[in-house]
């Protein structure tokens, strides 16, 4: 009885419980009661000379050429905190942005791969923390990711989710709300957009942005094609400086990512081999689902299908599974008296 009526105060002078997906590309913010209410790259601007966060999110993304006086940081890699003091900047104006009048600072459930150590998952939650959270829990990504997918994450069956993020590839095989299995390498996203813009440079002496890499990944695809498209790349000219559009064989750019795609489906391949009998059974007949950024690349799923022998589900909205999930979590643990375990 004490601890219901608690709980209807709380939801009168606290701010609103919150659920992160802090990753490496973009961090996304849910607020109960308000749904997504950010949903940004991870990337944060500090000035040179004052050492003041000038912004974070698209704008804080570093350039190809950079003549400000200013910096960009990414705060995480390979899906984990690398620089804390970033990671917190990044996160203090989405948590304030979640402020409504509460008297008590939210409370926060934030995903975490599977494969973090325990002193990385304790940078997630002391990042929160100083970001200004009361309490801050953990989820493993690849169970939210599950259930923002649709599955239903209660059953006796094995299932088995792919999340390709821009940071980690998280694999689980999930059984009565359980990983009873799991696989997690920091080859993702990320590499293919780097295996992109290191062949640039080294072929044909042009500066691709990020952003740029990450067009070209969407557009061309993982499949790779005998082909003589051309593609139009903007860039930097390495030797002048200057800004240039250059005409790309498709065929070339995708030659460049395929060593890395082909790492992230060989590793998929990899946990299927290694399945127990009676998993295996379950899984070949429930399927992979693919979530993440790299799900949404044109014929991943037929490459994975083709590479696995499975049928392949890729989730409604890939992007947003893991969000999507942890604030359905989020409703969900606060009726079981999850913070105050």
């Known amino acids: 009885m004490l601890q219901s009526v608690f709980s209807q105060l709380r939801k009168v002078v606290a701010d609103p419980d919150i ?23 991870s990337a944060v601007k500090i000035n040179s000379n004052k050492g003041n966060v000038e912004a974070v999110g698209k704008s804080a993304l570093p350039p190809v050429k950079n003549d400000s006086g200013s910096y960009s940081i990414l705060p995480l890699r390979g899906g984990v905190i690398k620089d804390l003091d970033a990671a917190t900047h990044l996160l203090t104006p989405l948590l304030h942005k979640a402020k409504r009048f ?16 325990d002193e ?29 997918a649709g599955l239903d994450v209660s059953s006796p069956y094995a299932q088995m989710l792919v999340d390709i993020g821009d940071g980690v590839t998280d694999i689980a095989v999930i059984r009565s709300s359980s990983l009873i299995s799991t696989a997690a390498t920091p080859i993702a996203c990320s590499d293919i957009h780097r295996a992109i813009q290191d062949m640039m440079l080294a072929h044909y002496n042009l500066s691709i942005s990020l ?15 005998k082909s003589q498209l051309l593609e139009k790349v903007s ?3 390495s030797k002048t400086g200057k800004s240039t559009i250059a005409e790309i064989k498709t065929e070339v750019i995708s030659q460049a990512m395929s060593p890395v795609i082909n790492k992230i ?13 009676e998993e295996s059974c379950e899984v070949i007949e429930s399927g992979i689902c693919l979530t ?6 044109p014929g991943m799923s037929a490459l994975v299908a083709r590479k696995t022998s499975l049928d392949i589900k890729l989730a409604a909205n890939p992007m947003h599974a893991v969000i999507n999930g942890a604030c359905q979590m989020l409703s969900f643990k606060a009726t079981i008296g999850f913070w105050e375990i």
């Open 211 to 225: 952003l740029e890499a990450e067009r070209l990944t969407q557009k061309i695809g993982v499949l790779a094609a």
């Open 102 to 117: 509460g008297l008590i600072k939210p409370r926060v459930l934030a995903c975490a791969p599977t494969n973090a150590t």
């Open 235 to 237: 860039a930097i000219d």
């Open 292 to 297: 993440g950024g790299g799900a949404c690349l």
């Open 19 to 41: 659920a992160i997906d802090l990753g490496t590309a973009n961090t996304r913010l849910y607020a109960q009661g308000r749904g997504i209410i950010a949903d940004i790259p």
């Open 120 to 148: 990385e998952r304790a940078a997630i939650v002391e990042a929160t923390l100083r970001a200004g959270a009361s309490k801050v829990k953990l989820a493993p990504e690849p169970l939210a990711a599950a259930i923002g």
């Open 265 to 277: 489906v060989t590793i998929i391949c990899d946990v299927v081999r290694d399945l127990q009998i």
